[in-house]
T-cell receptor
Framework: QSVLTQPPSVSGAPGQRVTISCTGSSSNIGAGYDVHWYQQIPGTTPKLLIYGNSDRPSGVPGRVSGSKSGTSASLAITGLQAEDEADYYC???????????FGGGTKLTVL | QVQLQQWGAGLLKPSETLSLTCAVYGGSFSGYFWSWIRQPPGKGLEWIGKIDHSGNTNYNPSLKRRFTISVDVSKNQFSLKLTSVTAADTAVFYCARGIPVSGTNNYFDSWGQGTLLTASS
């Protein structure tokens, strides 16, 4: 059972917009700790997609965005492409556990 | 551009000790957190712990204290030891660089290539 809760799977057709939620609690996201997102194509190393809730590292396209509100955060991908098919993980910090926590991951399928 | 390269034996027998090392190339060692993260086959990411250049460590309290993280600043390397491995420890282990944000929170911008630990008799 992950400290941060993500839906196991989401899907969308090419060109559509999808969102992935990440729900935490008052000891992590709700306490004001930043949320970060990673993309992992099966068989490869995780790649940083969003840091600091909504900032994109260089090279990540503008159709990828992140937001945070209350005890939750969201990752949005617009103009869905076949190459977006991957697993996505949210990550934050938990003050009760005094450590980094990850969500359980969401598998994005492009129909 | 920083690169992390990790190595260590991946096939062990139950009760043996896993030893992994991660070398950091092309970047400063100080000012960052250096973490180990594992991923069981078909499952999600789990943070094991981190160390800084001064040797200060933090571990995931949910894990039994079989993990030890150490650092060799002179070589720009950090290491992970896991004692008494069992089949339940089978996972890909990654080293990663953590960029600090607000205290001990961090995000991971660079990752090692991963090492698959298989514990089997």
């Amino acid at each position: 059972q992950s400290v941060l809760t993500q839906p196991p799977s989401v899907s969308g057709a090419p060109g559509q917009r999808v969102t992935i939620s990440c729900t935490g609690s008052s000891s992590n996201i709700g306490a004001g700790y930043d949320v970060h997102w990673y993309q992992q194509i099966p068989g490869t190393t995780p790649k940083l997609l969003i840091y600091g809730n909504s900032d994109r590292p260089s090279g990540v396209p503008g159709r990828v965005s992140g937001s945070k509100s209350g005890t939750s955060a969201s990752l949005a991908i617009t103009g869905l492409q076949a190459e977006d098919e991957a697993d996505y993980y949210c990550q934050s910090y938990d003050s009760r556990l005094s450590g980094v926590v990850f969500g359980g991951g969401t598998k994005l399928t492009v129909l | 551009q920083v690169q992390l390269q990790q190595w260590g034996a991946g096939l062990l027998k139950p009760s043996e000790t896993l030893s992994l090392t991660c070398a950091v190339y092309g970047g400063s060692f100080s000012g960052y957190f250096w973490s180990w993260i594992r991923q069981p086959p078909g499952k999600g990411l789990e943070w094991i712990g981190k160390i800084d250049h001064s040797g200060n460590t933090n571990y995931n309290p949910s894990l039994k204290r079989r993990f030890t993280i150490s650092v060799d600043v002179s070589k720009n390397q950090f290491s992970l030891k896991l004692t008494s491995v069992t089949a339940a420890d089978t996972a890909v282990f990654y080293c990663a660089r953590g960029i600090p944000v607000s205290g001990t929170n961090n995000y991971f911008d660079s990752w090692g290539q991963g090492t698959l630990l298989t514990a089997s008799s």
